[in-house]
């Protein structure tokens, strides 16, 4: 079993759609969890990150954390073409960035 | 302020040569991050090191991988007689001590033939 799962998609929504994207982890002992964008042949790009438990907005986007079940989401809002990425979620049981575990990325696509 | 730069962006090699892959860390980061991207699959961890030193190496394969950060001049990820296996993209991140935002290069996709 992975440590942290991700479903690939892909995922099509239209434009201006609520997308909601989705980790779950098995390590009780991450604590930091991270959402990274990804265009393609470029590198990850940190959209937010959270400690623990909770939620924090920014913008369109959402990144919550349930620790209870192991489960992490990432939700946008008024979806755009230029959302269009792959979406990897990430996770660390260290303070700082070292060491991050990958999800296999899900793949969106927004249709105008 | 210039981003993380690696270079080659795309390296083609035979099996059985060696690949050199460079980082250059944004300005005024000393913390260095190696990781691997194969076809279809997340990003996993390599190595993590910090100015003439190796912090933590745990994802390294053992044998054939070395990876350096001198006191000068860029970081160095090593693949001796590389194998079709190690086509891939690696990236490179960085940050500026060990904080959560790591800003990772474009990545060099390495192409074994």
């Known amino acids: 079993q992975k440590e942290v799962e991700q479903d690939p998609g892909p995922l099509s929504v239209p434009e201006g759609a609520i997308v909601s994207l989705n980790c779950t982890y098995s390590n009780s002992a991450f604590q930091y969890f991270m959402w990274y964008r990804q265009y393609s042949r470029k590198g990850p790009e940190l959209l937010m990150y959270t400690y623990s438990s909770g939620n924090k907005e920014d913008g369109r986007f959402t990144a919550q954390v349930d620790k209870s079940s192991k489960y992490i989401s990432l939700f946008i809002r008024d979806s755009q073409p230029s959302d269009s990425a792959t979406y990897l979620c990430?996770?660390?049981?260290?303070?700082?960035?070292?060491?991050?575990?990958f999800g296999q990325g899900t793949r969106l696509t927004i249709n105008p | 302020n210039a981003g993380v730069m690696q270079n080659p962006r795309h390296l083609v090699r035979r099996r059985g040569q060696e690949a050199r892959l460079r980082c250059s860390p944004m300005?005024?980061?000393?913390?260095v991050y190696w990781y691997r991207q194969l076809p279809e699959e997340g990003l996993k961890f390599m190595v993590y090191l910090q100015k003439e030193n190796i912090i933590d190496e745990s994802g390294m394969p053992k044998e054939r991988f070395s990876a350096e950060f001198p006191k000068e001049g860029p970081s160095i990820l090593r693949i001796q007689q590389v194998v079709r296996g190690d086509s891939a993209a690696y990236f490179c991140?960085?940050?500026?001590?060990?904080?959560?935002?790591?800003?990772f290069g474009q990545g060099t996709r390495l192409t074994v033939v």
């Open positions: 991140a960085s940050s500026p001590d060990r904080g959560l935002e790591a800003f």
């Open positions: 990430a996770m660390s049981s260290l303070q700082g960035a070292q060491k991050l575990v």
């Open positions: 300005k005024g980061h000393s913390h």
